[in-house]
């Protein structure tokens, strides 16, 4: 008995199911007595209905009789189950819905130094799951309904909300966050959330997502510690994969790549694709030499020239080239060093 308390859906079917045995047995039983299908199965409506409205014809033998009364007791008993079924259905699914909800808002108040993703689009259902890969703990802020089921489907902790609005951000823990990445497809979305995000705390790191490159100042004027430009990146990958096709080869995300580089990722440490320019202050210096000056910043594991083959643990005696890509480990901080291989030759 326990098994049928515990399923609704089984109840509801079951329920259906012996209402509709019960109903086609009885308007067997009357075709059988000479009544047309018409008679019949109105007399089954009204009777498992209990409406009342009278017989559609005299019940005056006793296999009409006998017909009636098992028509009675079985078909108003189901009725009754069935109707239970439908209200216990009803009333479960919404009770599970309401304690659903509870328990997520209960989760995400107990979150501490956790990561904000604002957006579930492309790019954030991506970077939900490298943060997940990642052991990161995080919540993400959508409001559209049906990526919102997409995401809890996926097991991610959710919220149901705009996330421009601040009141949606204090709801996520923004006080409490380490980090919020805002990836919406909406630069000025994109640059008020940092705004609200960055006024509600001061020392959280923000991400933000833009899409035109004249957005990058206003972003980093909201706020923002860092701009990430999706379309910009992807134009580098391609780039990196027609120039330099063995580094790009050699630094594929595959699932042992992965692993290492999670576990870099915990050492504050990163590998990169860079391009020594033209021109620039180490295009035509020895590795030595680079990683003398940049100190602890990045140290340069390979080298990937167009006309040779990649040079793995290149010797402190070899020159940086002009258009050689160049592989390096780094730290967090390296973005000042890496402006070494740029065009301008800064740093």
Same mark, same amino acid.
């Given at each position: 008995?326990?098994?049928?308390?515990?399923?609704?859906?089984?109840?509801?079917?079951?329920g259906?199911?012996?209402?509709?045995?019960?109903?086609?047995?009885?308007?067997?039983g009357?075709?059988?007595?000479?009544?047309s299908?018409?008679d019949?199965?109105?007399?089954?409506?009204?009777?498992?209905f209990?409406?009342g409205?009278g017989?559609?014809?005299?019940?005056?033998?006793?296999?009409?009789?006998?017909?009636?009364?098992?028509?009675?007791?079985?078909?108003?008993?189901?009725?009754?189950?069935?109707?239970g079924?439908?209200?216990?259905f009803?009333?479960?699914?919404?009770?599970q819905?309401?304690l659903?909800?509870?328990?997520?808002?209960?989760?995400?108040?107990?979150?501490?130094?956790h990561?904000?993703?604002?957006?579930?689009?492309?790019?954030?259902?991506?970077?939900?799951?490298e943060?997940?890969?990642g052991?990161?703990?995080?919540?993400?802020?959508?409001?559209?309904?049906?990526? &919102? =089921?997409?995401?809890? %489907?996926?097991?991610?902790?959710?919220?149901?909300?705009?996330?421009? *609005? $601040?009141?949606?951000? !204090?709801?996520?823990?923004?006080?409490?966050?380490?980090?919020?990445?805002?990836?919406?497809?909406?630069?000025?979305?994109?640059?008020?959330?940092?705004?609200?995000?960055r006024?509600?705390?001061?020392?959280?790191?923000?991400?933000?997502?833009?899409e035109?490159?004249?957005?990058?100042?206003?972003?980093?004027?909201?706020?923002?510690?860092?701009?990430?430009?999706?379309?910009?990146?992807g134009a580098?990958?391609?780039?990196?994969?027609?120039?330099?096709?063995?580094?790009?080869k050699?630094?594929?995300?595959g699932?042992r790549?992965?692993?290492?580089?999670r576990?870099?990722?915990?050492?504050?440490?990163? &590998? =990169?694709?860079?391009? %020594?320019?033209?021109?620039?202050?180490?295009?035509g210096?020895?590795? *030595? $030499?680079?990683?003398? !000056?940049?100190?602890?910043?990045?140290?340069?594991?390979?080298?990937d020239?167009?006309?040779?083959?990649?040079?793995?643990?290149?010797?402190?005696?070899?020159?940086?080239?002009?258009?050689?890509?160049?592989?390096?480990?780094?730290?967090?901080?390296?973005?000042?060093?890496?402006?070494g291989?740029?065009?301008?030759?800064?740093y």
């Amino acid at each position: 008995m326990r098994w049928l308390l515990n399923s609704p859906i089984r109840n509801l079917v079951g329920g259906i199911v012996f209402v509709l045995t019960v109903g086609s047995l009885a308007i067997v039983g009357y075709l059988s007595q000479g009544w047309s299908v018409g008679d019949a199965l109105y007399m089954v409506v009204l009777t498992v209905f209990t409406v009342g409205y009278g017989e559609v014809r005299p019940i005056a033998t006793g296999p009409l009789r006998a017909i009636t009364m098992g028509l009675i007791i079985t078909g108003c008993t189901g009725m009754i189950f069935l109707t239970g079924a439908v209200v216990q259905f009803i009333t479960l699914s919404g009770l599970q819905q309401i304690l659903g909800h509870k328990h997520m808002s209960h989760q995400i108040e107990q979150l501490r130094d956790h990561v904000i993703v604002c957006g579930f689009g492309r790019i954030g259902n991506m970077l939900a799951r490298e943060l997940k890969a990642g052991g990161a703990r995080f919540v993400i802020v959508e409001r559209s309904t049906e990526r &919102l =089921e997409e995401a809890r %489907a996926l097991g991610y902790l959710c919220l149901h909300a705009d996330a421009s *609005d $601040e009141a949606a951000l !204090q709801q996520a823990g923004v006080d409490r966050a380490r980090a919020l990445a805002t990836v919406l497809p909406d630069d000025a979305d994109n640059v008020f959330i940092t705004l609200s995000a960055r006024s509600l705390n001061k020392s959280m790191m923000i991400i933000a997502r833009g899409e035109s490159p004249s957005t990058v100042s206003k972003l980093r004027y909201a706020g923002a510690n860092e701009v990430v430009l999706p379309a910009h990146i992807g134009a580098e990958r391609v780039a990196e994969m027609i120039l330099y096709p063995a580094a790009a080869k050699a630094m594929q995300h595959g699932e042992r790549n992965r692993v290492m580089e999670r576990e870099l990722h915990g050492l504050g440490l990163e &590998l =990169e694709l860079v391009v %020594a320019e033209k021109g620039s202050k180490f295009a035509g210096q020895t590795v *030595d $030499e680079i990683e003398n !000056q940049v100190g602890p910043a990045f140290f340069i594991v390979a080298i990937d020239r167009p006309s040779d083959r990649m040079i793995a643990r290149p010797d402190g005696a070899i020159r940086v080239e002009p258009a050689d890509g160049v592989v390096i480990l780094g730290r967090a901080n390296r973005a000042e060093a890496l402006r070494g291989f740029q065009g301008d030759g800064s740093y």
